[in-house]
């Protein structure tokens, strides 16, 4: 629900109205839009009376939402989200770069590898110290030891760390030492964990499921932001189809219409996205084209014997050209 309020109501009276309108249990956003001001109202609206607001004198009138989505919806924030993390950005016409392996091995492989894509423009450092495997057989990551090692490269980079949580064991973990938590696409519908990790009101990447529509990741996004938090990264990172010659059907589509459905920053991941090395950069560049705010990428400087997606991962040589490739695309589409 959004209430548009008159052009002259007096902050005072906006206050009032708000903690009324909190008092019942929901949620309310202050939109300023260039020629009015709303106030977004987003929670169980079913039982409020769209004709009592109307009988308020600074309300003009009253607009239903439709959709499922309240807070991520760009109807109750009509501009773009951008996020600040350690005087880096995401969003607001910035390329944002995430790089890094996909699992921590070593601290001699962490430290290399942040060191390469920093000085190719990365602004952000990827790495999984915890990693949700199909098979219990396969490398799970180094656990906590593997974050140690991401925030002795992190210090010694000024890289912000993007590591996913698997589980509420380690809320208190993270909270601590993590920049961007990432939640992964095995985890994208766990919500108890979403509203858990909203209430840490600590930048989240959240990944779309490997099946799930776009309209089941921004309900997702809804439960980390009804948890506290207001900084969300929507990712695309591919989704299962009947295509076989891929990882996975990397959906390039979504990136435009999550732009126009929602407010949040959208990041694409081309590693994921298609299971070969040989594609991150056609997808990448692609990506950037279509509007999307950040990539993250997998780099490891010995793919061939990686313990973990070797085959998805580029080089950080490889890197080094792509970034280049990717800031000229960027600046093309944006002038």
């Known amino acids: 629900m959004i209430l548009v309020l008159v052009p002259d109501a007096e902050q005072a009276a906006i206050d009032r109205l708000r903690q009324n309108i909190e008092a019942k249990g929901l949620l309310v956003q202050h939109i300023h839009g260039e020629n009015t001001t709303m106030l977004g109202i987003a929670g169980d609206t079913s039982e409020v009376d769209q004709e009592s607001f109307l009988r308020i004198d600074i309300v003009d009138s009253v607009m239903r939402v439709s959709d499922p989505y309240k807070l991520a919806n760009r109807k109750l924030h009509p501009q773009d989200t951008v996020i600040h993390v350690k005087g880096h950005t995401i969003g607001g016409g910035n390329l944002t770069l995430v790089a890094g392996p996909c699992s921590v091995e070593s601290e001699e492989q962490i430290l290399s590898i942040a060191r390469d894509v920093a000085a190719s423009g990365a602004t952000f450092l990827r790495g999984g110290a915890f990693?949700?495997?199909?098979?219990?057989?396969?490398?799970?990551?180094?656990?906590?030891?593997?974050?140690?090692?991401?925030?002795?490269?992190?210090?010694?980079?000024?890289?912000?760390?993007?590591?996913?949580?698997?589980?509420?064991?380690?809320?208190?973990?993270?909270a601590r030492d993590v920049d961007v938590i990432q939640i992964g696409a095995r985890n994208m519908q766990n919500f108890s964990l979403l509203r858990e990790v909203g209430k840490l009101k600590k930048p989240v990447l959240l990944k779309r499921g490997l099946a799930n529509t776009i309209e089941e990741l921004l309900m997702s996004a809804e439960y980390v932001l009804s948890g506290g938090t207001a900084d969300v990264i929507l990712c695309e990172r591919g989704i299962r189809t009947f295509e076989t010659a891929t990882r996975n059907t990397l959906d390039l589509s979504a990136v435009p219409v999550l732009k126009k459905k929602s407010h949040l920053p959208v990041i694409v991941d081309p590693s994921h996205g298609t299971g070969y090395w040989h594609l991150v950069e056609p997808l990448s560049l692609a990506s950037v084209a279509v509007g999307a705010d950040a990539l993250i990428i997998e780099v490891h400087n010995a793919p061939q014997y990686a313990l973990c997606d070797g085959p998805q991962s580029i080089t950080p040589e490889v890197f080094h050209t792509l970034a280049q490739k990717l800031r000229r695309v960027h600046e093309a589409i944006s002038n």
């Open 131 to 174: 990693k949700p495997r199909s098979s219990p057989y396969a490398f799970q990551g180094m656990g906590l030891d593997g974050l140690e090692l991401l925030k002795i490269a992190s210090r010694k980079t000024g890289l912000p760390i993007v590591t996913e949580l698997l589980s509420h064991e380690h809320l208190d973990d993270f």
